[in-house]
């Protein structure tokens, strides 16, 4: 592996990947900042009871899912490179490590959600338990269709489906990735660390 | 018209039409009501109107997507109906079955229709919308059902595309959330929680997904625009729309004694589906901006652009106005309620059905691609004086329900019900009067089937000189 990656320029457009897909982001991420504002709002009005129940909170799970979505986003950047130098097999791999990040992931959080269970937390137990619950199972379902859709990908990639020059879909499912993985960055710290 | 088979979209537009009459006629009588409360008292109660009103309002729209059904899929799947017999034996039963319900509502009294059915048995009857007898129910599953068995079967067998993919999934949500109107515990917070499972899931999902596959057919046709295109912009919507609308359906469920968090989780995805029908405005818009011809038929597309415009008035703004649900709080049940109501329905799916009815009704009846050019002109009337009179039924009745909300539950001395309901009589007067405007758009659409019929087609824009 080479120490700098070089990725050539895509060839044609700009924004890369398929316009709808950044019009489907655009709308998915209102709806993500529509929840964080909310989260905010009912927060401000009982600071108190949001902090104390923070508290409760893994940070260090989601820390390990930070690093997992951050190195997944990575590896989807490193996939999207190979493509564009025409190596197919390559950029399925990358997928495939990206993929095996996202269920790692899922792992971890499912861990939690366990734990939580465990201790009688549900919707119905406060305001703070049932954003943290909506937020980051909404987040969950997203990061479940992100693995479809890189898994997709991938699939198509190692059959030949994407060349150096026509790889529109590798770009498509990417970025729908880093959204997955923008949301995150912005959920952990505003769910479990902010105070 | 390339198939033969389409031929039995026909009547299913004619009836679905015929019942828009009659639906109009009632909305005409209980809008005097609410200023003449016993305006033809006892033969029409009040309640029995508003039920025929609603009732047939779902019907005819029922038979307008049964028919628009029939016509698209043998066209998109490049084959003749799997049965066209089952089609039209169908929409006998159906009609019948219809008929004799509405009769049922006007002639006896509704307990005694209950009595009459064999209620007692299963019993569904007596929830708003859903008042059908369960014999009719029942007829309503098994017409569903033959209707989806012939057209999942054409599909199957011919081409797929994406347009018939998303309306045969459309349509069957539709079938299976109506299931959920056989469910009626007695547990009154279960009874509305369910019921919204068939009201809500309807009109705010599955319904969704039927009126943006049938824009995108009439699109792909008159504009010409790459199939390509139109079916990624469907793909978006409908994502969007299931993701904002279904769990939408917490909007309906602040303070009926379900979980609070339905106020934030109804409140926060509600508030987001005014998006797809906004990328609808857009991707309307778009797509006959773009168009590789002007096609001959400009009733069918301006319809096509009302439906984009007005759902999205209609639907996402007006819906939005009450869907948060500190707002909801004191606008549950007035007439703001009413206002969104009619302008959600006629925007979204009447003008759907129109679309449809006015871009295939012209082969349906033998010609090429269009009306002639005075049928047109009529038919374009029939569109401005509907959608105007719509827009100021919306209005007036916007106006009543913010001065209902504050006479009687946001003023520090709020008063009683129909106290504030001679207040606001103004409204409900000049909401009348936009009805009757209505009514006569309407005759000008029966009419303009039957002007200029013996006349030559329209040609399209810019190919007259050549012609």
């Known amino acids: ?195 | 018209m390339q198939y033969k088979s389409q031929a039995v979209a026909k009547p299913y537009f004619i009836a679905a039409i015929g019942l828009f009459v009659g639906q109009i006629l009632f909305g005409l009588i209980l809008g005097l009501q609410y200023v003449w409360g016993d305006f033809m008292f006892p033969e029409i109660p009040f309640n029995v109107a508003r039920m025929v009103h609603t009732n047939l309002l779902i019907v005819w729209l029922l038979f307008g997507f049964m028919g628009a059904a029939y016509y698209l899929v043998p066209e998109e799947s490049e084959r003749e109906l799997y049965a066209p017999w089952l089609a039209h034996a169908m929409f006998w039963i159906f009609l019948v079955a219809g008929a004799l319900t509405i009769l049922g509502y006007l002639m006896v009294p509704y307990a005694k229709l209950a009595e009459m059915t064999h209620n007692e048995l299963l019993p569904t009857m007596g929830r708003e919308f859903l008042e059908q007898p369960t014999i009719t129910k029942l007829g309503i599953v098994v017409v569903a059902l033959a209707f989806l068995f012939n057209v999942g079967m054409t599909v199957l067998k011919g081409r797929k595309t994406v347009v018939t993919l998303v309306l045969l999934l459309g349509l069957a949500g539709l079938a299976v959330l109506f299931l959920f109107s056989f469910y009626n515990p007695d547990n009154v917070v279960k009874d509305k929680y369910y019921w919204w499972w068939v009201v809500h899931l309807w009109v705010e999902g599955v319904w969704e997904l039927i009126l943006g596959s049938i824009l995108a057919f009439v699109l792909i046709k008159t504009t010409g625009v790459d199939r390509e295109v139109i079916e990624k912009w469907l793909y978006v919507i409908i994502a969007m729309t299931l993701i904002t609308g279904i769990i939408g359906t917490g909007h309906h469920y602040y303070w009926i004694g379900t979980p609070e968090y339905w106020q934030w989780w109804g409140s926060i995805f509600s508030a987001l589906e005014p998006i797809p029908f906004f990328m609808m405005t857009v991707f309307a818009f778009n797509m006959v901006n773009r168009r590789r011809r002007n096609h001959p038929n400009k009733a069918a597309v301006l319809w096509a652009l009302g439906t984009a415009v007005m759902a999205f008035l209609g639907a996402g703004v007006w819906g939005f106005l009450h869907t948060l649900s500190p707002v909801n709080y004191y606008t549950h049940g007035t007439q703001i309620t009413a206002a969104h109501g009619h302008m959600a329905f006629y925007g979204a799916y009447v003008m759907i059905n129109l679309t449809m009815i006015s871009y295939a009704m012209p082969m349906l009846r033998g010609r090429t691609a269009a009306n002639s050019e005075r049928s047109q002109v009529l038919e374009m009337w029939s569109f401005w004086l509907m959608t105007v009179s719509i827009v100021f039924i919306t209005l007036f009745l916007t106006g009543a329900g913010i001065l209902q909300v504050w006479l009687q539950r946001f003023s520090e001395n709020p008063q009683g019900f129909m106290v504030v309901q001679e207040k606001i009589a103004l409204f409900y007067w000049l909401r009348e009067i936009a009805g009757v405007v209505f009514l006569i758009g309407l005759g000008t659409y029966v009419a303009s089937f039957f002007v200029g019929a013996k006349e030559p087609e329209a040609l399209p824009e810019g190919a007259a000189a050549s012609a």
């Open chain 1, 1 to 195: 592996m080479s120490q700098t990656v070089v990725i050539a320029p895509a060839p044609g457009r700009y924004p890369p990947g398929d316009l709808a897909i950044w019009i489907f982001i655009l709308a998915e991420l209102l709806v993500f900042a529509v929840f964080f504002a909310a989260y905010a709002f009912a927060r401000a009005g009982d600071v108190a009871l949001f902090d104390e129940y923070q508290h409760t909170l893994d940070r260090r799970a989601a820390l390990v899912n930070t690093l997992a979505l951050i190195t997944s986003s990575y590896f989807v950047v490193r996939a999207t490179a190979a493509i564009r130098e025409g190596s197919a097999r390559d950029c399925a791999r990358w997928l495939a490590g990206a993929i095996g990040l996202g269920a790692l992931f899922l792992v971890v959080k499912s861990l939690e959600y366990a734990h939580h269970l465990e201790a009688g937390v549900h919707l119905g137990t406060n305001t703070f338990y049932m954003f943290y619950l909506s937020l980051t199972f909404f987040h969950f379902m997203h990061v479940l269709m992100g693995m479809v859709i890189l898994g997709a990908v991938a699939l198509k990639a190692r059959r030949g489906g994407y060349s150096a020059t026509e790889h529109t879909g590798v770009e498509t499912g990417g970025v729908y990735w880093h959204m997955v993985d923008l949301v995150w960055l912005i959920l952990f710290p505003l769910v479990y660390v902010m105070r």
